[in-house]
T-cell receptor, first 113, second 116 residues
């Protein structure tokens, strides 16, 4: 069965650079969630989208923005990168009509040098 | 590849009773961590309990305890004396660390309803 796809899987950036992470949900899923997990930390909810509209907002820094496109894929844009942004970024998708089970992708490992 | 399976999309429990949420995982590694997270409507991920694979003793945190069966690769969460505030989505997660960093695999979640 198709799963959530995240790209790239690994990304290395310098401080103050920008990064774009992509998430491709499971086919027919209409909701996408973004989470950040730093080393030794619990996952932090960043933001979610339902039918291309922001549905919930968590602890997403102002330097980050995200959107969901007409094909339901989502992109997380991160600007002015800081060392502390180094983390695993997970995307999850769900079919809202079926409840809120979330199927997680493998994550993108971002390293900021 | 490692996988985490939560076979129960939803569970329901009467207030003050006990409920068990199941989680199974697959891995060939011997050293890892297992977690249960609670997610309320705010979408925060709140750590409920954590288990190190090398520890045979089951972790407990007040009303929350786990039944960790390493050979069976099972990690169920027992909630005793359920309270209305326990109603939430619960995620089981597996984490491993190596020289390349850490990796986390999440289950799809179990929604817990608590009836008054």
């Amino acid at each position: 069965a198709a799963g959530v796809i995240q790209s790239p899987r690994h990304l290395i950036k310098e401080k103050r650079e920008t990064a774009t992470l992509k998430c491709y949900p499971i086919p027919r899923h209409d909701t996408v969630y973004w989470y950040q997990q730093g080393p030794g930390q619990d996952p932090q909810f960043l933001i979610s989208f339902y039918e291309k509209m922001q549905s919930d907002k968590g602890s997403i820094p102002d330097r980050f923005s995200a959107q969901q496109f007409s094909d339901y894929h989502s992109e997380l844009n991160m600007s002015s990168l800081e060392l502390g942004d180094s983390a695993l970024y997970f995307c999850a998708s769900s079919l809202k009509a079926s409840g809120t089970r979330q199927f997680f992708g493998p994550g993108t490992r971002l390293t900021v040098l | 590849a490692q996988t985490v399976t939560q076979s129960q999309p939803e569970m329901s429990v009467q207030e003050a009773e006990t409920v068990t949420l199941s989680c199974t995982y697959d891995t060939s590694e011997s050293d890892y961590y297992l977690f249960w997270y609670k997610q309320p409507p705010s979408r925060q991920m709140i750590l409920v309990i954590r288990q190190e694979a090398y520890k045979q003793q089951n972790a407990t945190e007040n009303r929350f305890s786990v039944n960790f069966q390493k050979a069976a690769k099972s990690f169920s969460l027992k909630i005793s004396d359920s309270q209305l505030g326990d109603a939430a989505m619960y995620f089981c997660a597996y984490r491993t660390e190596n020289t390349g960093g850490f990796k986390t695999i999440f289950g799809a979640g179990t929604r817990l309803f608590v009836k008054a």
